[in-house]
Nanobody, 126 residues
Framework: QVQLVESGGGLVQPGGSLRLSCTAS????????IGWFRQAPGKEREGVAC???????YYSDSVKGRFAASRDGGKNTVYLQMNDLRPEDTAVYYC????????????????????WGSGTQVTVSS
């Protein structure tokens, strides 16, 4: 059973920053593609950032230039640094991954992954 755990969410003022972390106890996050997603109340889930198996990083247009995804294989942790946060970034943020290795990642990596964390709430408000 793969368990992903997100942390680092909270309440922040507009223009502020947060860094989310995603860890896994029994899964190598450094080897497979992994994505960050979010879902705001009443809205569909959307991909925010993702990292391909080869290390390519993709961002949604809504966060490009403000968010940065990275991973630390030694700590088996994936991060999402979020800067210049806006009220519209308010959502529950999830990390997701799986062990599929034969997908075409040339156009991105916002896949329907098999393993999902329970999410961490990010609220941007003054």
């Amino acid at each position: 059973q793969v368990q992903l755990v997100e942390s680092g969410g909270g309440l922040v003022q507009p223009g502020g920053s947060l860094r989310l972390s995603c860890t896994a106890s029994t899964f190598n996050l450094g080897y497979y593609a992994i994505g960050w997603f979010r879902q705001a109340p009443g809205k569909e889930r959307e991909g925010v950032a993702c990292i391909t198996r080869s290390g390519g990083i993709y961002y949604s247009d809504s966060v490009k230039g403000r968010f940065a995804a990275s991973r630390d294989g030694g700590k088996n942790t994936v991060y999402l640094q979020m800067n210049d946060l806006r009220p519209e970034d308010t959502a529950v943020y999830y990390c997701a991954t799986d062990s599929v290795i034969n997908r075409d990642e040339a156009a991105g990596c916002f896949f329907d992954y098999d393993y999902w964390g329970s999410g961490t709430q990010v609220t941007v408000s003054s």
